[in-house]
């Protein structure tokens, strides 16, 4: 037994911008106000940057514009088919939905809006099945369903068709070509009165033309025959805070008051591409970066994220989000890998994604197991087993897996287990989960004659080596014991504790002043040798 517990201890070791009149009135000011109370929950802005091969969603701070991070990686090629993102929006959900366009289909790919992960592809639609290319304006509609512009700008035929908001089926041509002199589509927008917009270019000239939000049914030309509205393919058009109808193009812009084509001037002018309002109320543009306008006066308010920041070289498109995003990274960290003296680890990996991952697993780097040091490749949903293995004496450190460029971390779904072997037989399996950075950790602790609690705290090369102090507290909260160090360590409370009395229940608070990992093992004793289970420690 006094073996056993020995390895036991081991282990634990230029553009302008256009008014029009909205199509019902709103009370303007409550829209700005509206717009001012959402920038203070919302603090991300994503930018859709396209490259040659991969293309990327750039996170920075809404407010500040300070880069954050890459958020999403993105293949250019698909199925073997090389394609290109041209536009992005946040779904009802948070979830960002992103176009992508192959020379034979269009697809609404689907990303988690918190973690970047992709879900999968939202609707896809061959161009036989949609008469074309998505081009132009995509939204969510008042009945939750999804709508995409399709046609083609230099025949000036265009088409709106809809899909099952929830399972992006196919459901119908909303609105066919040429319906109420409907050309090809640069935009569309749904107004307050739930009816469609539609910003249309035909032989005639460009112009607004308003359908029935409900059944698609030609309602009104909105506006038409304004001398000086875009006629240039990439027109833009949205509904803004104070109900009005913004159209951002390459020309002279105007506003009409009332839909009676009153022309009132230009609003902005800007070297750049009209996106939208952001929600702070004020309009944003990309040029080489992204430009930010008073959105009452149209007055330049600069750069809010200047041109090569983060990457940032070709952006096509851009979004606010309001969700608390995690930057993806294409590290996992394992804090506590035993092996050797009867110790195994288990490791399983499957990629979860559609385009192939690989990296390495390995050993941090003092611990002399670079002979551990795994090559993965996994081909879009493969699964592969990998089990590590020591020699006679117990050696404990810590495991980073760790993606090469554009294979993330999130891509991968993983277990991650210890065995414990005598003579071959197995003993006990005990499952980790993977290592959460943070500068304080609370877990309950418990010691009897048959129980101890171990734990194993390590920090990734690079991270501050700042002392840990780990403060003891009883069953009812008082503080009882407090110990600091400088090094990473596996251990049992006892020999940190040794005042610890034979029965304890309580708590401990682990924390620093600069991010650590931490993993908490449960040792139980029983008739035929021992069980280990983990024990979740809580970051805060």
């Known amino acids: 037994m006094r073996n056993l517990e020995r390895r036991l201890l081991a282990l634990a070791g230029c553009c302008f911008v256009l008014h029009l009149a909205p199509p019902c009135r709103h009370e303007v000011a409550s829209g700005w106000i509206l717009m001012a109370q959402a920038q203070q929950a919302t603090s991300n802005l994503l930018v859709l940057n396209r490259g040659s091969s991969t293309s990327s969603v750039l996170l920075y701070d809404g407010s500040t514009g300070a880069f954050k991070g890459t958020f999403i990686t993105l293949p250019n090629s698909i199925d073997g ?3 290109s993102y041209s536009r992005m929006i946040v779904g009802p959900g948070s979830d960002l939905y992103l176009r992508w366009t192959g020379p034979t289909d269009n697809r609404i790919l689907l990303y988690g809006g918190a973690t970047g992960k992709s879900i999968g592809t939202f609707a896809i639609c061959t161009q036989a099945q949609c008469g074309g290319n998505f081009s132009g304006g995509m939204a969510f509609g008042p009945d939750g369903n999804f709508y995409a512009s399709v046609g083609d700008w230099s025949g000036f035929v265009g088409r709106i068709v809809r899909f099952n908001g929830s399972t992006g089926a196919l459901l119908d041509v909303f609105v066919p070509p040429g319906r109420g002199g409907l050309g090809a589509i640069d935009d569309f927008a749904f107004g307050a009165d739930g009816n469609l917009y539609v910003y249309s270019r035909s032989l005639t000239g460009p112009s607004v033309l308003r359908f029935d939000g409900n059944t698609g049914a030609f309602v009104d030309s909105f506006i038409t025959g304004v001398t000086g509205m875009p006629s240039t393919p990439g027109v833009r058009m949205v509904f803004g805070p104070d109900g009005r109808l913004y159209i951002g193009g390459q020309e002279r812009l105007l506003r009409s008051d009332q839909g009676n084509g009153q022309t009132l001037g230009v609003f902005v002018e800007s070297g750049g591409s009209f996106v939208g309002f952001g929600p702070d109320g004020n309009i944003y543009f990309l040029s080489g970066g992204v430009d930010k306008y008073d959105g009452r006066t149209g007055a330049s308010l600069g750069t809010l994220v200047p041109s090569g920041s983060g990457g940032l070289n070709a952006p096509v498109w851009m979004a606010f989000s309001s969700p608390s995003i995690t930057i993806p990274t294409n590290t996992i960290f394992y804090p506590q890998l035993a092996v050797g003296g009867g110790y195994e680890v288990v490791l399983i990996l499957n990629n979860t994604t559609e385009t192939a991952w690989s990296g390495v697993a390995k050993p941090l780097p003092n611990a002399g197991l670079s002979y551990l040091k795994l090559v993965i490749a996994l081909r879009p949903g493969e699964t592969k087993k990998y ?148 024990v979740p420690a809580e970051p805060y």
Request: net charge negative; no cysteine.
């Open 81 to 83: 088919s090389s394609g």
């Open 387 to 534: 089990v590590l293995t020591g020699g006679t004496e117990t050696t404990s450190t810590g495991l980073q897996i760790i993606g090469d460029q554009g294979s993330l971390a999130s891509a991968l779904a993983v277990s991650y287990f210890f065995n414990f072997l005598d003579n071959g037989k197995l003993l006990d399996s005990t499952g980790v989960p993977k290592g959460v950075p943070a500068r304080k950790f609370a877990f309950p602790v418990e010691r009897s004659g048959v129980i101890d609690t171990g734990l194993a705290i390590r920090r990734l090369p690079g991270q501050t080596d700042s002392p840990i102090t780990l403060t003891l507290f009883d069953a009812t909260g008082s503080q009882v014991g407090e110990i600091s160090t400088a090094s990473d360590f596996a251990k049992f409370i006892t020999q940190f504790f040794a005042q610890l009395p034979a029965e304890f229940l309580g708590s401990v608070v682990a924390q620093s002043d600069g991010d650590f990992y931490l993993v908490v093992i449960r040792l139980e004793k029983t008739a035929a040798g021992f069980q280990l289970t983990s």
